[in-house]
């Protein structure tokens, strides 16, 4: 069942994708979503700075710029997005490491469909602010 956020998703797709590509779009149009495109960090960066992005998905490797640095860079933001990295390798020891560096989740490749609106659609709904409780006891976001 979709949450009535969930198509204000704005994602970033950073790096080389071949049959990949064109299943995230599908999946995009399809749920309503807005996914923006970069080959590489210049790109990317262009994008980070104009739109408003709250995930970004990677492969391992972008050129020099891994997802290591990719999580660095999304870090230095006032509001960094959810990182999330695909591998067609992806294992228990890259799933650790990205969640223990702080990124979002690992999808493997290829992708599965269904995989990848849950993983996206909950990385979205960790993104925005948790409701804080007001003075007045009801429950308000935080404009941070």
């Keep these: ?3 009535k956020d969930d198509h204000l998703v704005c994602a970033l797709l950073l790096g080389e994708y071949e049959d990949g590509r064109l299943l995230m779009r599908e ?4 749920a309503g979503w807005r996914l923006l495109e970069a080959h590489d ?12 992005v709250q995930v970004v998905i990677t492969t391992c490797d972008v050129g020099k710029w891994d997802w290591r640095k990719v999580l660095e860079s999304l ?11 695909t ?3 992806a294992d228990e020891y890259l799933w650790s490491e990205v969640l223990n560096r702080g990124g979002y989740d690992v999808l493997s490749q290829p992708f599965q469909r269904d995989e990848v609106e849950r993983v996206i ?4 709904r960790h993104y925005d602010p948790l409701p804080r409780k007001t ?3 009801s429950f308000g976001f935080s404009a941070a």
């Design 1 to 3: 069942m979709k949450r």
């Design 27 to 30: 999946v995009f149009r399809d």
């Design 41 to 52: 960090r210049k790109h990317a960066l262009h994008h980070l700075t104009r739109d408003p």
């Design 75 to 85: 870090r230095r933001m006032t509001r960094p997005p959810q990182l999330i990295v």
């Design 87 to 89: 591998s067609p390798t």
């Design 121 to 124: 659609a909950s990385a979205r």
């Design 135 to 137: 003075a007045s006891g």
